[in-house]
Protein backbone atom coordinates (compact mmCIF):
# COMPACT_ATOMS: atom_id res chain seq x y z
CA UNK A 1 0.00 0.00 0.00
CA UNK A 2 1.38 3.35 -0.77
CA UNK A 3 1.92 6.43 1.60
CA UNK A 4 -1.19 8.36 1.01
CA UNK A 5 -0.62 11.99 -0.63
CA UNK A 6 -2.61 14.65 2.03
CA UNK A 7 -2.64 18.66 0.76
CA UNK A 8 -3.95 20.34 3.78
CA UNK A 9 -5.11 23.86 2.74
CA UNK A 10 -6.57 26.66 4.63
CA UNK A 11 -7.90 29.99 4.73
CA UNK A 12 -7.72 32.10 8.37
CA UNK A 13 -7.98 35.94 8.52
CA UNK A 14 -7.25 35.93 12.25
CA UNK A 15 -5.45 32.29 13.39
CA UNK A 16 -8.02 30.22 14.06
CA UNK A 17 -8.27 28.12 11.18
CA UNK A 18 -4.14 28.04 10.86
CA UNK A 19 -4.04 26.61 13.66
CA UNK A 20 -6.39 23.90 13.09
CA UNK A 21 -4.74 22.89 9.66
CA UNK A 22 -1.28 22.70 11.58
CA UNK A 23 -3.02 20.42 14.04
CA UNK A 24 -4.66 18.28 11.08
CA UNK A 25 -0.98 18.75 9.16
CA UNK A 26 0.72 17.17 12.90
CA UNK A 27 -2.29 14.62 12.83
CA UNK A 28 -1.88 12.85 9.38
CA UNK A 29 2.09 12.97 9.03
CA UNK A 30 1.72 11.14 12.80
CA UNK A 31 -0.77 8.35 10.85
CA UNK A 32 1.95 7.80 7.74
CA UNK A 33 0.78 10.70 5.68
CA UNK A 34 2.77 12.60 3.33
CA UNK A 35 1.64 15.82 3.88
CA UNK A 36 1.42 19.84 1.97
CA UNK A 37 0.31 22.37 4.25
CA UNK A 38 -0.99 25.13 1.88
CA UNK A 39 -2.67 28.40 2.20
CA UNK A 40 -5.35 30.32 0.07
CA UNK A 41 -3.72 33.35 -1.23
CA UNK A 42 -5.38 36.53 0.11
CA UNK A 43 -7.77 38.32 -2.48
CA UNK A 44 -8.93 41.10 0.19
CA UNK A 45 -7.35 44.53 -0.95
CA UNK A 46 -4.11 45.29 0.60
CA UNK A 47 -5.74 48.47 2.35
CA UNK A 48 -8.19 46.79 3.78
CA UNK A 49 -6.09 43.85 5.57
CA UNK A 50 -3.82 46.91 6.87
CA UNK A 51 -6.35 48.51 8.02
CA UNK A 52 -7.37 45.52 10.88
CA UNK A 53 -3.86 45.07 12.74
CA UNK A 54 -5.20 41.18 13.68
CA UNK A 55 -5.33 40.39 10.20
CA UNK A 56 -2.19 42.08 8.58
CA UNK A 57 -0.58 40.55 11.74
CA UNK A 58 -1.90 37.16 10.96
CA UNK A 59 -0.96 37.10 6.93
CA UNK A 60 2.23 37.80 8.07
CA UNK A 61 2.74 34.96 10.15
CA UNK A 62 1.81 32.62 7.34
CA UNK A 63 4.40 34.35 4.64
CA UNK A 64 5.97 31.64 4.86
CA UNK A 65 3.38 29.08 3.74
CA UNK A 66 3.28 28.26 0.06
CA UNK A 67 -0.01 29.32 -1.41
CA UNK A 68 -2.10 26.52 -2.66
CA UNK A 69 -1.89 25.64 -6.78
CA UNK A 70 -3.38 23.72 -9.56
CA UNK A 71 -0.24 21.32 -8.79
CA UNK A 72 -0.90 20.50 -5.08
CA UNK A 73 -4.63 19.35 -5.94
CA UNK A 74 -2.85 16.73 -8.55
CA UNK A 75 -0.40 15.74 -6.45
CA UNK A 76 -2.72 14.52 -3.38
CA UNK A 77 -5.09 11.63 -2.98
CA UNK A 78 -6.77 13.27 -0.16
CA UNK A 79 -8.00 17.09 1.02
CA UNK A 80 -8.61 18.62 4.21
CA UNK A 81 -9.69 21.73 3.71
CA UNK A 82 -10.18 24.73 6.69
CA UNK A 83 -12.09 28.34 6.28
CA UNK A 84 -14.00 30.62 8.40
CA UNK A 85 -18.08 30.42 7.34
CA UNK A 86 -18.65 34.08 5.33
CA UNK A 87 -22.97 34.14 5.64
CA UNK A 88 -22.94 30.31 5.74
CA UNK A 89 -20.67 29.58 3.21
CA UNK A 90 -16.77 28.96 2.54
CA UNK A 91 -14.98 32.47 2.31
CA UNK A 92 -14.25 34.43 -1.27
CA UNK A 93 -10.39 33.71 -1.02
CA UNK A 94 -11.27 29.82 -0.85
CA UNK A 95 -13.70 29.88 -3.85
CA UNK A 96 -11.94 32.70 -5.84
CA UNK A 97 -9.05 29.15 -5.85
CA UNK A 98 -11.55 26.54 -6.30
CA UNK A 99 -13.59 28.43 -9.59
CA UNK A 100 -10.20 27.95 -11.19
CA UNK A 101 -9.79 24.38 -10.91
CA UNK A 102 -12.28 23.52 -13.66
CA UNK A 103 -9.51 22.13 -16.07
CA UNK A 104 -8.76 19.57 -13.75
CA UNK A 105 -12.06 18.82 -13.04
CA UNK A 106 -13.04 18.40 -16.82
CA UNK A 107 -9.75 16.16 -16.76
CA UNK A 108 -10.97 13.81 -14.25
CA UNK A 109 -7.79 14.89 -11.75
CA UNK A 110 -9.89 15.97 -8.87
CA UNK A 111 -12.18 12.18 -9.25
CA UNK A 112 -11.95 9.78 -6.38
CA UNK A 113 -10.32 11.97 -3.98
CA UNK A 114 -10.92 11.63 -0.67
CA UNK A 115 -12.22 15.24 1.26
CA UNK A 116 -12.99 16.26 4.61
CA UNK A 117 -13.58 19.95 6.11
CA UNK A 118 -13.69 21.94 9.46
CA UNK A 119 -14.56 25.92 9.92
CA UNK A 120 -15.47 28.37 12.35
CA UNK A 121 -17.36 31.32 13.35
CA UNK A 122 -17.50 33.90 15.12
CA UNK A 123 -20.61 32.13 17.77
CA UNK A 124 -21.53 28.17 17.88
CA UNK A 125 -24.30 28.76 15.17
CA UNK A 126 -22.85 31.03 12.75
CA UNK A 127 -22.97 29.00 9.67
CA UNK A 128 -20.64 26.54 10.40
CA UNK A 129 -23.08 23.34 9.64
CA UNK A 130 -24.23 25.32 6.49
CA UNK A 131 -20.97 26.04 5.04
CA UNK A 132 -19.53 22.89 5.49
CA UNK A 133 -22.71 21.32 3.50
CA UNK A 134 -22.70 23.60 0.82
CA UNK A 135 -18.75 22.92 0.69
CA UNK A 136 -18.90 19.74 -0.09
CA UNK A 137 -22.02 20.23 -2.78
CA UNK A 138 -18.99 21.74 -4.86
CA UNK A 139 -16.96 18.61 -4.22
CA UNK A 140 -19.44 16.05 -4.66
CA UNK A 141 -19.19 18.15 -8.88
CA UNK A 142 -15.67 16.95 -8.94
CA UNK A 143 -16.96 13.26 -7.83
CA UNK A 144 -14.66 13.47 -4.62
CA UNK A 145 -15.32 11.06 -1.57
CA UNK A 146 -16.64 12.78 1.23
CA UNK A 147 -14.94 11.33 4.80
CA UNK A 148 -16.79 13.08 7.40
CA UNK A 149 -15.98 12.65 10.82
CA UNK A 150 -19.66 11.38 11.92
CA UNK A 151 -19.92 10.13 15.31
CA UNK A 152 -17.11 7.71 14.73
CA UNK A 153 -15.08 9.51 18.38
CA UNK A 154 -15.87 10.83 21.62
CA UNK A 155 -13.75 13.75 21.03
CA UNK A 156 -16.21 14.61 18.33
CA UNK A 157 -18.79 15.12 20.93
CA UNK A 158 -16.61 16.81 23.10
CA UNK A 159 -15.62 19.35 20.54
CA UNK A 160 -19.24 20.59 20.19
CA UNK A 161 -20.73 17.28 18.34
CA UNK A 162 -20.78 18.62 14.42
CA UNK A 163 -20.75 15.26 11.99
CA UNK A 164 -19.91 17.04 9.26
CA UNK A 165 -16.33 18.83 10.03
CA UNK A 166 -14.89 20.01 13.15
CA UNK A 167 -16.35 23.80 13.76
CA UNK A 168 -14.68 25.76 16.02
CA UNK A 169 -16.03 29.44 17.76
CA UNK A 170 -13.40 31.82 16.36
CA UNK A 171 -10.32 32.62 18.47
CA UNK A 172 -10.84 29.14 20.59
CA UNK A 173 -9.30 25.91 19.85
CA UNK A 174 -8.94 24.35 22.90
CA UNK A 175 -7.51 20.59 23.58
CA UNK A 176 -10.93 19.22 22.87
CA UNK A 177 -10.61 20.78 19.06
CA UNK A 178 -7.34 19.12 19.08
CA UNK A 179 -7.98 15.94 19.28
CA UNK A 180 -11.45 16.57 16.90
CA UNK A 181 -8.95 17.54 14.29
CA UNK A 182 -6.64 15.02 14.90
CA UNK A 183 -9.19 12.55 14.77
CA UNK A 184 -10.48 13.72 11.70
CA UNK A 185 -7.23 13.99 9.80
CA UNK A 186 -6.63 10.48 10.76
CA UNK A 187 -9.65 9.28 9.59
CA UNK A 188 -8.93 11.16 6.09
CA UNK A 189 -5.50 9.59 5.98
CA UNK A 190 -7.00 6.13 6.83
CA UNK A 191 -9.53 6.42 4.07
CA UNK A 192 -7.44 7.64 1.57
CA UNK A 193 -5.17 4.39 2.26
CA UNK A 194 -8.23 2.57 1.62
CA UNK A 195 -8.70 3.87 -1.70
CA UNK A 196 -5.85 5.45 -2.64
CA UNK A 197 -3.89 2.30 -1.93
Do not use: C
Not at 79 to 100: A, C, E, L, N
Not at 131 to 157: C, E, K, N, Q, R
Amino acid sequence: MSTPKILIAFYSTYGTNHQVAEAAAEAARAAGAEVRLRRFAETAPKEVVDGQEAWASQLEKMKDIAEISHDDMTWADGYFFSGPTRFGSMPSQMRVFIDTVGPLWMEGKLANKTVTATTSAQNPHGGQESTLLAFYITLMHWGAVIVTPGYTDDSIFAAGGNPYGFSAKAGQFDDAGKAAVAHQARRLVEMTAKIAG
